[in-house]
Structures are given as C-alpha cells and as structure tokens.
C-alpha cells in the first residue's frame, strides 16, 4: 500500500514562512499527481495546491495564490513552500496523491492520504 508522510509543520508568526515536505512510499510504479489539503478545527477539507507527474504543470487555491509554491525535485517527494503566512492559513496540512497524470483538485478524485501535519500561525 501507499504511504504518505507529511513534515515541517510548526508555530510561526503572522508574516513568518514555513517548507512543508511530503514523502510517499509503497508500490508506487506509475506517474501521479501530488496535492496538498488543508482542514481547519470545524471546517471542512479544501484544496491548496496541485503538482503533476512531471512537475511540469501547478494549479493553485485563489486563497494562496502568490504566497504558496508547490514544487517536486524528486518521483517520490513533493513540497509546499508558505510565505507571508496568515492566522487564517492555520490547519492542518495533508498530502495526498492522485494515480493518474492530470491535475485534479477536487478531494474525491485522490486515491491515498497523509496524516497530516499541524500549521499554526499566531497574530
């Protein structure tokens, strides 16, 4: 099975930046498409942004568009770069990753998932 394992969570201040890093391991033998999600406490799962197979195309929320950056050095490894952090950007963070070449955005359309990785940024 597919695993996911999500990193660099943490406290940081308003305006503060934080890496965050995903790596997946298991019987990964095809292309795929990385993603990052984010779930606040009561709120529900949204998207945050997207990667495919070649890390040749990024799609983004409108939400971070301009402070976030998603980018893959590695088959296995995805990274979601956080600048100019906001107290409304606090979750918590969840790779995932979607079997197919394309780009989805849509939670239902990803097939494994992390479990996740705290982000908490104060006033």
């Known amino acids: 099975q597919v695993q996911l394992q999500e990193s660099g969570g943490g406290l940081v201040q308003a305006g503060g930046s934080l890496r965050l890093s995903c790596v997946a391991s298991?019987?990964?033998?095809?292309?795929?498409?990385m993603g990052w999600f984010r779930q606040a406490p009561g709120e529900e799962r949204e998207f945050v942004a997207a990667?495919?197979?070649?890390?040749?195309?990024t799609v983004y929320a409108d939400s971070v568009k301009g402070r976030f950056t998603i980018s893959r050095n590695n088959v296995n490894r995805v990274y979601l770069q956080m600048n100019s952090l906001k107290p409304e950007d606090t979750a918590v963070y969840y790779c995932?990753?979607?079997?197919?070449?394309?780009?989805?955005?849509?939670?239902?359309?990803?097939?494994?998932w992390g479990q996740g990785t705290q982000v908490t940024v104060s006033s």
């Open positions: 995932a990753v979607d079997m197919a070449i394309t780009i989805a955005t849509m939670e239902v359309e990803y097939d494994y």
């Open positions: 298991g019987p990964i033998f095809s292309s795929y498409a």
């Open positions: 990667i495919n197979w070649s890390g040749g195309k």
